[in-house]
């Protein structure tokens, strides 16, 4: 692995203010190839396995939030208080009862105000929702991940750029698993100063993964999204994040509840519902994923691929700006 | 043709309020399924004729917006004014010095208060940019337009709906074309009320284009976006609009402007730019632009094309909110 040389030749692409200068750069061609490579291995494996594209909206009220609403852009719609979306998990999952396995390809939006190698406001998502269980679900990732990074390998540009294909073609299926509880163990064994219950961060991602590939499964339901399905223990959810090198988490993913008393009851629990308490919002918002839920109880699954972060490992890079063509923080707006 | 039964079977789909009502029915899982067989059509003929695709920003300063700067949706971006993606042309054109032909599917806003069959805030637009001529633009469009209808007409959900593929398999490659200086002596010799200078009307389109595609060519220079090129004729631009049955105008499309002082001069002297100077901007965001096409000065050209448009078509409904699983309007935030 050529580390250094990687890094010296994205080293310009890290530039966000002024980014046109590097616009007709060398560099971010091949990036910009190498990502669409990426993204078509990913559209072929959907095409093949039966998803169906779905175009969801990008002003959404809360039902287009994340965990984290403090990072949601607000907009005025017509007099009505909206939001950037972050995710279109529910309205995939919607979506679900009449047309199976479904995804969308789209922008993920978060007011972030850091300007550094770690943060974006825009950046594109890759999101599957589809009838299927927890292990359907890490096979589903380990194809598109796995795909996407092997269609990478063989993509000119690679070279081009000073990287070894090697190293992407080393990537094989099934990706290493670990449970959140065997990473906070193995955390705490190496010296980490890390509780069950805290949130893994980066730097505790990077340490577990290594150089390859991790499924970090069943995390505590505190810590995750309303609608991850409770697992057969009830402190834990069927939720797995896949870490890559480089860039650390890199897809989120859950079993969703279907049974609408539980998801109910979990919604009015959870930490982002609180939240929206405060800020003047009520359960109204949810009304209508809540009924679909409620007429529709099916067991299903779904993730988001954050294809910058995929982008990285691909790329060999720590800087998530230096790899899409126009990386999206405070200073970057063109 | 059997335009009654096709209204009938999406007339609930003209829905906006409620939306989550219709979201699990047969025709919507029809509707969204064309859709994506339409979409696969577009990407299926990038592909094969070497476009790479790109992700343009959806958060942007006034080089994001198109000709009607009245409907761009303002955002507070960290304190600086932004707007929400119109047309991520001038991003596309950056890349074209080193990419080539580049393409980008992303959703386009318009702060449209009406709740009609006509108007949506945000919708798909497939957009081309590429080094190459006026004729090979209008090349470039006919397949792309032709591939989504032909794969739209195979597709299995379009006799679900009860519509005839007949009408979609007998639009034919090339397209009926007329010059924008005809089109209007025509609707004069029709008795139609409309004077060379003014802009079509969708009405008047509808006229015009009949029962298959029209390529209306050669509009005046005072009515289309900036960086049109001029043509021989000084008081036109080589842009031309595709016209659909039922949608109307589906695709506009021009070559652009690569001479930088005409590029400046046209800038200056554009209504858009002087609605922009009422409202404080000045000369200086346009500047990356106008300097890439200085430093690059490659004859190109490019268009959009809005998916919904061409899906209106393709059902052969006169309501745009019947043809896509999310139709955005004032009504249908959720």
């Given at each position: 692995?050529?580390?250094?040389?990687?890094?010296?030749?994205?080293?310009?692409?890290?530039?966000?203010?002024?980014?046109a200068?590097?616009?007709?750069?060398?560099?971010?061609?091949?990036i910009?190839?190498?990502?669409?490579t990426?993204?078509?291995?990913?559209?072929?494996?959907?095409?093949?396995?039966?998803?169906?594209?779905?175009?969801?909206?990008?002003?959404?009220k809360v039902?287009?939030?994340?965990?984290?609403?403090?990072?949601?852009?607000?907009?005025?719609?017509?007099?009505?208080?909206?939001y950037?979306?972050?995710?279109?998990?529910?309205?995939?999952?919607?979506?679900?009862?009449?047309?199976?396995?479904?995804?969308?390809?789209?922008?993920?939006?978060?007011?972030?105000?850091?300007?550094?190698?770690?943060?974006?406001t825009?950046?594109?998502l890759?999101e599957?929702?589809?009838?299927?269980?927890?292990?359907?679900?890490?096979?589903?990732?380990?194809?598109?991940?796995?795909?996407?990074?092997?269609?990478?390998?063989v993509?000119?540009?690679?070279?081009a750029?000073?990287i070894?294909?090697?190293?992407?073609?080393?990537?094989?299926?099934?990706?290493?698993?670990?449970?959140?509880?065997?990473?906070i163990?193995?955390l705490?064994?190496?010296?980490?100063?890390?509780?069950?219950?805290?949130?893994?961060k980066?730097?505790?991602?990077?340490?577990?993964a290594?150089?390859?590939p991790?499924?970090?499964?069943?995390?505590?339901?505190?810590?995750?999204?309303?609608?991850?399905?409770?697992?057969?223990?009830?402190l834990?959810?069927?939720?797995?994040?896949?870490?890559?090198?480089?860039?650390?988490?890199?897809?989120?993913?859950?079993?969703?509840?279907y049974d609408?008393?539980?998801?109910?009851?979990?919604?009015?629990?959870?930490?982002?519902?609180?939240m929206?308490?405060?800020?003047?919002?009520?359960?109204?918002?949810?009304?209508?994923?809540?009924?679909?839920?409620?007429?529709?109880?099916?067991?299903?699954?779904?993730?988001?691929?954050?294809?910058?972060?995929?982008m990285?490992?691909?790329?060999?890079?720590?800087?998530?700006?230096?790899?899409?063509?126009?990386?999206?923080?405070?200073?970057?707006l063109?």
């Amino acid at each position: 692995m050529k580390t250094e040389d990687i890094t010296t030749s994205l080293d310009a692409l890290k530039q966000t203010n002024n980014r046109a200068s590097v616009l007709t750069t060398n560099e971010l061609a091949s990036i910009t190839m190498i990502e669409a490579t990426a993204l078509a291995a990913a559209r072929k494996y959907f095409a093949e396995s039966g998803f169906t594209e779905v175009l969801v909206p990008h002003i959404t009220k809360v039902t287009g939030a994340c965990e984290n609403i403090d990072t949601l852009f607000e907009l005025d719609y017509f007099g009505q208080n909206a939001y950037l979306v972050q995710t279109g998990q529910l309205y995939l999952e919607a979506l679900i009862p009449k047309l199976g396995k479904v995804f969308c390809i789209g922008s993920s939006f978060r007011a972030e105000p850091d300007i550094d190698e770690r943060h974006l406001t825009e950046f594109a998502l890759v999101e599957i929702e589809f009838p299927g269980d927890f292990e359907q679900l890490l096979v589903h990732i380990e194809n598109i991940v796995h795909a996407m990074i092997h269609a990478a390998a063989v993509c000119s540009e690679i070279e081009a750029l000073g990287i070894s294909p090697e190293r992407l073609k080393a990537v094989t299926k099934p990706f290493a698993r670990i449970t959140y509880t065997d990473a906070i163990k193995k955390l705490n064994e190496m010296g980490v100063d890390i509780e069950w219950g805290d949130d893994l961060k980066s730097r505790h991602e990077k340490i577990l993964a290594g150089n390859a590939p991790l499924f970090i499964t069943h995390y505590p339901e505190a810590i995750k999204f309303f609608n991850m399905r409770r697992n057969e223990n009830p402190l834990l959810v069927n939720s797995c994040d896949l870490i890559l090198p480089y860039s650390g988490e890199a897809v989120g993913a859950a079993e969703r509840e279907y049974d609408h008393g539980q998801l109910l009851d979990k919604l009015e629990k959870s930490s982002m519902y609180k939240m929206l308490l405060e800020r003047g919002k009520t359960i109204e918002d949810f009304k209508w994923y809540l009924d679909i839920v409620s007429e529709h109880p099916i067991q299903h699954s779904g993730c988001g691929i954050g294809l910058n972060r995929v982008m990285q490992f691909i790329l060999g890079s720590d800087d998530i700006r230096a790899c899409t063509a126009f990386p999206m923080n405070r200073e970057s707006l063109m």
